[in-house]
């Protein structure tokens, strides 16, 4: 099954012979549920001319609507489970050509969607693929809030193999269904050691290959962040730099008058306040990072939904310069989050 990540344009397009114009109906369903009988969304138009007889449908807009992450919990069984109908839908795509005053189905298509997007050097309609973590070595705080799992399209048969990192023990999961799954980065007995992840085809042939690798606390501790990625799933990133908590605090104030214009009272307060609430940021520090961790800070900086130490924040950085190896030998990130809901 194909794949849509509906932040960026999904364009359908319609030119059949002798057409004078075409729709489309979109069929939207959560994973367990089942297609309506009617379309949840139609969309039609005409040609534009005989001699530009194309008729595009953008149709991100619509999924992108069907899905939201506003609650987020990583996967801490001792199974990959199912990822959170909420987070990702099913669309059916059927295409119609308008012949005379009939129109005619010409095919249906089904996909599985998910709340990324795709970048403009990129293309468009670009399938990302059925992993929504890229491969390669992430870190987490040794006994810390957790590794964090990952989001995989998955196929019957495929197999998740845990390698212990230091004793080399292992344990594999193989899943029976097409759905998409939530597996843990890191099996819960290798949490002191770390593991490799490999995702394994019903042959035994290697898809993907992580590393997920503890690291102690410095004396600074650490702040983890989870954010919805480019492939629309969230993911956990540790910032072991220093941190800073700072807090803001606004108000409303008048003047009011004395309780008596006879008696002095020295301790009166003639400012009152009133609305008093309040809010908190953070600064963080990644600490020293390899060169390609400029892909995460990036992403980080585009995405709409993040959970700073488990709590919803928006990113106030605007603007990082995003490093090389070769001008910096030692990379480090600061960052500003303010949280944001108010302390009362």
């Known amino acids: 099954m194909s794949r849509i990540f509906a932040k960026s344009p999904y364009i359908i397009s319609i030119n059949e012979a002798s057409q004078v114009g075409a729709k489309v109906e979109i069929f939207l369903k959560q994973s367990g ?14 040609i534009a001319s005989s001699t530009s007889p194309t008729c595009y449908f953008d149709i991100s807009e619509y999924i992108s609507n069907y899905i939201n992450h506003l609650t987020y919990s990583a996967n801490s069984g001792t199974e990959p489970r199912s990822f959170n109908v909420n987070q990702y839908c099913y669309a059916s795509v059927k295409r119609y050509k308008l012949i005379g005053s009939t129109y005619t189905l010409i095919d249906t298509t089904e ?15 670009v399938d990302l693929g059925a992993y929504l973590l890229p491969e390669g070595t992430y870190y987490y705080e040794y ?3 957790g590794a964090g799992d990952l989001v995989v399209d998955n196929t019957s048969g495929w197999k998740y193999k845990y390698t212990n990192l230091l004793n080399g023990s292992n344990r594999t999961y193989t899943s029976s269904s097409n759905a998409v799954l939530q597996p843990f980065r890191v099996f819960s007995s290798y949490i002191d050691n770390g593991n490799k992840l490999e995702i394994l085809d019903a042959s035994n042939n290697v ?9 102690e606390s410095t004396k ?26 700072s807090m803001n605090v606004n108000n409303s104030e008048y003047k009011s008058y004395r309780l008596s214009e006879t008696t002095f009272n020295t301790q009166e307060n003639l400012i009152q306040t009133f609305n ?4 908190e940021s953070i600064k963080v520090n ?7 961790f400029k892909e995460t800070i990036k992403q980080l900086l585009l995405s709409d939904r993040i959970l700073v130490n488990n709590r919803p924040a928006k990113l106030t ?4 310069d995003l490093q090389k190896n070769i001008n910096n030998k030692m990379i480090n990130y600061p960052l500003e989050f303010t949280f944001t809901n108010d302390i009362i």
Do not use: H, M
């Open 286 to 292: 990644s600490g020293w990072v390899d060169e390609s």
């Open 143 to 145: 006994r810390g809030a």
């Open 317 to 320: 950085t605007k603007q990082i």
């Open 220 to 245: 600074y501790g650490s702040v983890y962040v989870d954010f919805v990625n480019k492939y629309g799933a969230f993911q956990r990133e540790y910032f072991f730099g220093t941190s800073v908590d």
């Open 111 to 125: 996909y599985t969607c998910f709340n990324g997007y795709v970048y403009n050097t990129e293309g468009i309609n």
């Open 207 to 215: 898809l993907k290959t992580y590393y997920f690798k503890p690291i």
């Open 276 to 279: 008093v609430n309040g809010n």
């Open 33 to 46: 549920g089942s297609f309506g009988a009617n379309p949840d969304y139609t969309l039609s138009k005409l």
